[in-house]
């Protein structure tokens, strides 16, 4: 079992950054996957960002170029750095483990709300 929580979600003006991190613990978290995934209000859940262990990573055309996923396997911890935040960002955004795909995950966080105001 997997588990994994979130932080550093918050209020921004449209154009700022912030860095969402997930900690992992439980089994060995270097050999999964990782991923960042959100669900904006009134809309299903979408893929964002995915890192293999190999620190191959995946982007949604919706956010390459301003957001950076990357992972510290000595600290269990992925990250997601996000930059020129715009309002359509806004949403609840939920770290993902294992065999993470584009619409599926094995195990996922209980999410951090990014509100961007304009």
């Known amino acids: 079992q997997v588990q994994l929580v979130e932080s550093g979600g918050g209020l921004v003006q449209a154009g700022g950054s912030l860095r969402l991190s997930c900690a992992a613990s439980g089994r060995t978290f270097s050999s999964y996957a990782m991923g960042w995934f959100r669900r904006a209000p009134g809309k299903e859940r979408e893929f964002v960002a995915r890192?293999?262990?190999?620190?191959?990573?995946y982007y949604a055309d919706s956010v390459k170029g301003r957001f950076t996923i990357s992972r510290d396997n000595a600290k269990n911890t992925v990250y997601l750095q996000m930059n020129s935040l715009k309002p359509e960002d806004t949403a609840v955004y939920y770290c993902?483990?294992?065999?993470?795909?584009?619409?599926?995950?094995?195990?996922w966080g209980q999410g951090t709300q990014v509100t961007v105001s304009s």
């Open positions: 890192i293999r262990w190999s620190g191959n990573t």
């Open positions: 993902a483990a294992g065999v993470v795909g584009i619409t599926t995950a094995d195990y």
